[in-house]
């Protein structure tokens, strides 16, 4: 019998509602698959990707750090911090805005000067995802979290496939998103409500806790910041300007529907370790065990779906998004190595944050990443197509996700 409450019982929880979260877009995707061009999906992905990257520092990052202390006044400080820190970023960012036709020239073919106001509704709305994630997460709100993935999913799928009935284009693409995060986000907050008291939170002790946990704006933020400008704004610019827009949506759809295959379970599987983690660090234990469950976990299911991409990646993402997206399939081939590390990789590297080791990740991070651009932008500049130029990208990043995965296992044997 699973004890309530127990890390099984709570990964079955989020992954049930992972699982049928990350299923609802699965199961609409041959409808937007056909309703949805490669271009359109590019403009949206780069969208947002440029409100992703604004919003993963709107909060200071502070959010990270609200599972780590003890005290509930402690958290309910960090929490008041973010918030105020996600207001000014979102008034800021109406400057984006008037900048909206040298962004869209940036990008030559990019298509995105016509959605650019956009930008103040989706980054608050992620922002707010983030900390109120945070929060459900150190109160143990499983069930909660499970219930908003799977509304946003579903909102997402039903209001893009509505907005592309009416051929509103990429604006569909990027509406529906919007809608799917506001209802989550209004899900959230009323499970977290009750827990929330901000009479806990005062100004002398927003600043203690500001200076305690100040690598989080410092170090981490600067860390997620890089994680996005190179793992998508870069990568998604270069493959749009080097080798074209339709080959952008057609490497998004691979990782939008590859991805949402693995992530139920890797998403699971690393809110768990990182609250599991923390508490045996702060209690002087030993944090490998919840390292290596973590891997094994997420192993058990990712071996599987990387088999079947290997052999019938082309074939699969024809039959099931038409014909036009043939050439994901293809891409997947050329990417399953890295993914796969990279899923194995993920649910754990929270590992740092814990350890308080963000100096060395960022560097780690930064030096990486660097390193496959670089190499995706001499595969365009001796002559090689996208494919044969992303092999080489593909081998450097598996390069990359092992010495982190090594590392992470390391700390974990640490003391310290």
Not at 193 to 210: H, I, N, P, T, Y
Not at 296 to 324: K, Q, T
């Amino acid at each position: 019998m699973i004890k309530k409450g127990s890390y099984t019982s709570n990964f079955l929880v989020l992954f049930s509602g992972s699982s049928f979260g990350q299923l609802v877009p699965l199961l609409f995707a041959p409808i937007i698959g056909r309703m949805f061009d490669e271009e359109e999906m590019a403009v949206m992905a780069n969208f947002l990707a440029l409100a992703s990257i604004i919003a993963i520092i709107a909060a200071g990052r502070y959010e990270r750090a609200i599972v780590l202390p003890a005290d509930k006044s402690r958290a309910m400080n960090l929490f008041a911090i973010a918030t105020r820190i996600i207001l000014i970023i979102t008034i800021l960012s109406v400057i984006v805005y008037f900048f909206r036709h040298q962004i869209d020239a940036f990008y030559e073919e990019g298509k995105m000067a016509d959605f650019i106001y956009l930008i103040v509704v989706a980054v608050p709305l992620y922002a707010f995802t983030n900390l109120f994630t945070e929060w459900l997460i150190r109160e143990k709100k499983f069930k909660a979290l499970t219930y908003a993935g799977i509304a946003r999913s579903a909102f997402v799928s039903l209001f893009t496939i509505l907005f592309g009935y009416f051929s509103f284009g990429p604006a569909g693409l990027i509406l529906g998103t919007i809608v799917g995060l506001f209802v989550a986000l209004i899900m959230m907050y009323i499970a977290s409500r009750k827990s929330l008291d901000f009479s806990l939170a005062s100004k002398s002790g927003m600043l203690e806790v500001a200076k305690e946990y100040k690598d989080f704006p410092l170090i981490n933020s600067a860390h997620a910041f890089t994680d996005l400008l190179f793992g998508q704004v870069i990568l998604y610019f270069v493959i749009t300007r080097q080798f074209g827009l339709a080959e952008l949506g057609l490497f998004v759809m691979m990782s939008r529907y590859l991805g949402a295959s693995m992530k139920a379970v890797g998403s699971s599987v690393g809110q768990l370790y990182y609250r599991e983690a923390s508490e045996r660090f702060s209690a002087g234990e030993n944090v490998a065990p919840s390292f290596f469950r973590s891997v094994r976990l997420v192993s058990f299911f990712a071996v599987p779906v990387c088999l079947i991409v290997l052999v019938f990646g082309p074939e699969i993402f024809e039959l099931y998004l038409g014909e036009d997206y043939k050439r994901s399939g293809e891409i997947a081939q050329i990417m399953i190595i890295p993914l796969f590390i990279n899923f194995v990789v993920s649910p754990v590297s929270g590992t740092p944050i814990i350890y308080r080791k963000q100096r060395l990740a960022f560097a780690l991070s930064l030096a990486g990443y660097i390193t496959g651009i670089s190499v995706l932008l001499l595969g365009d500049y001796y002559g090689y197509d996208f494919y044969n130029s992303l092999k080489f990208y593909a081998a450097v990043q598996s390069v990359y996700y092992l010495v982190l995965f090594f590392w992470y296992l390391k700390l974990t044997r640490s003391k310290s």
